[in-house]
């Protein structure tokens, strides 16, 4: 009969995972999402550049005067460091990472095999091993660049108007 337990595991409703879907089952997106980021690379500097030209002419100037030499291409340094930091964090870790993973699947698909296979299969699985490895080597060294790009990252926005800030810590480059 439908809805009764008669043993069989078939018969048990799957379990309901909560938090993950909404009420019409479809899934719920995490983070800002595409309003969030029109929101922000959008609206925020319009919103800027409205409020900018809405001021008087005198605090205009005002504000302008207050700007040191070069912040422009400080500004366009710090661009492109958030381009990079982009790329690195939702690119190449996530690549590195399922890379890894499916490495990783192919050893234990190797490993499950019996004795006499597995020692045929040696060469793949050595191959294999050296890939995941390597893979691993490099979502730790992507998720260093991260770190570093993102101290660099901030150490550029508070030179945009501070440009004598920590004048010996990042290469030339980025001065």
């Not at 710090?78 to 690195?88: D, F, K, Q, R, S």
């Not at 508070?158 to 990042?170: E, K």
């Amino acid at each position: 009969m439908a809805g009764e337990d008669n043993g069989d595991p078939r018969s048990a409703p799957a379990p309901v995972r909560r938090g993950s879907r909404d009420a019409g089952g479809k899934r719920r997106k995490k983070g800002m999402g595409a309003v969030g980021m029109f929101l922000l690379f959008g609206a925020a500097p319009v919103g800027i550049t409205i409020w900018f030209f809405v001021q008087p002419e005198w605090r205009r100037t005002q504000i302008l005067e207050k700007v040191p030499e070069g912040a422009g291409g400080r500004a366009i340094k710090a661009a492109i460091c958030v381009g990079v930091l982009v790329a690195l964090a939702r690119l190449a870790l996530p690549a590195f990472h399922g890379a890894a993973g499916t490495l990783y699947d192919g050893l234990n698909w190797i490993r499950a095999k019996p004795k006499a296979m597995r020692v045929l299969l040696f060469p793949a699985e050595l191959i294999l091993w050296l890939l995941w490895f390597s893979m691993q080597i490099l979502v730790a060294v992507d998720a260093v660049m991260i770190i570093a790009t993102c101290l660099a990252l901030l150490l550029l926005v508070a030179r945009i108007f501070q440009p004598d800030l920590l004048p010996n810590v990042l290469p030339e480059l980025l001065r």
